[in-house]
Structure formats: structure tokens, C-alpha cells
């Protein structure tokens, strides 16, 4: 009996350029807003930035798979894209450090592990692992560049707060909480519970995007 191939495309491809187009349209708007921490709205947008650059970080996480596209030229290209727009990731330089993730998982040679379970400790190092020097250079000459035309404080706020808070909702859902403490599977990682407010919470702020991995 044959199986059934089932095409990951159009649909990756689609909740990938939906994800990249509301983040850029979530950042015009919150460009008009002026930042004032008495509005509410204020709040929002922020949160709802954060959340959008986690989405893009899953894309390009996804396309480390292979599987947001069929198309491997597109796949990488989608992957480079989100990468960048994530405050000058290197989609070059994630692609092998992700795959030794999976390929040494909850080891000394893990990338994303640190064998302390301290919370601070292992965010740290999970940072200095992705974080470059030129990717800081990157982002500083872009901001210098936008405040020729933009305010500072919606820059700050809108574009630079999120992107760090980013990392820490990736971190704390997609590394600390499955890895820490001990695990018997062959994958060193736990689930959520999918009744729980936590499992709740993961499965709105990391979107599960009709994800075929």
C-alpha cells in the first residue's frame, strides 16, 4: 500500500510570510504610538511584538527543518530572512548549533544546555551561544540610522525591548522548562501538560503554527 505524500507547501510558506508581514506591520503601527506607560496601549504592543518575534524565530527554527518549504531554496531563504529580522540572527550560524542541540541534547556538548539548572546561569550562556559582536554592531548602526527619522523611545520600546523579552519567552518555553532537571526519554525533555496553564500558555505564545515537524 503507498503512502500518501502529503506536500508541506503552500501552507508553510504562507504562515511564514503572514508571520513576517504582521510583525512589520505591528512595528509601522507601534511607531506612530508614543510611548507612555500610563496607556495601556503601550503594554500591548509590546507584548504583542514580543510574541511576533518569537514567531519569527520559530519560522526560522522551522526552516532549520526543512519543513517550511518543500522547496530547499526557498526553505533556507524564509530561514535567512526570519534569522535577520530577528535583530541580525545568523541563520548560517544557528543552523549547526541547532542541529548539535538535537544531536547532543542535555550534554557538555549541547549548545543550548547548562548543566547547573540555574535558571540565570543557563540563560546566560544560552545568550553568549547566539549573541555576536557583530550582530550588536548590526543592530547599532540600524538604530542610529532610524533615529534620524524615528524617535528614540518607540525604537527602544517597539523594536529593542521586544526582541530581548523575545528571548526570554524562547528560552524559558523552548529550553529551561522541557530541559531541566532529569528526563528518561530518549530526547532529554519533557512536555507540557496540555490541561495545565503553562501547556496553555506555551501553545499560545509559541503559536503552533499548523507546524509539520
Known sequence: MRTRNLSIDPTGVQIAVLIILLWAGCLGLAFQVPVAWDNPLTYVLVLLQTHLYTGLFITAHDAMHGVVSANKRVNNFIGHLCATLFSYNAYWKLFPKHHEHHRFVATDKDPDYHASGNFFLWYLSFVRQYVTIWQIAAMAITFNILKLWLPVPPLVVYWMLP???STLQLFYFGTYLPHKGESTNSHHSRS???KSCVGICV???????LRAS
Request: aromatic fraction near 16%.
Open 192 to 194: 507540557q501538560k496540555k
Open 163 to 165: 526582541a530581548v523579552l
Open 203 to 209: 501553545l499560545l505564545l509559541f503559536w503552533i503554527p
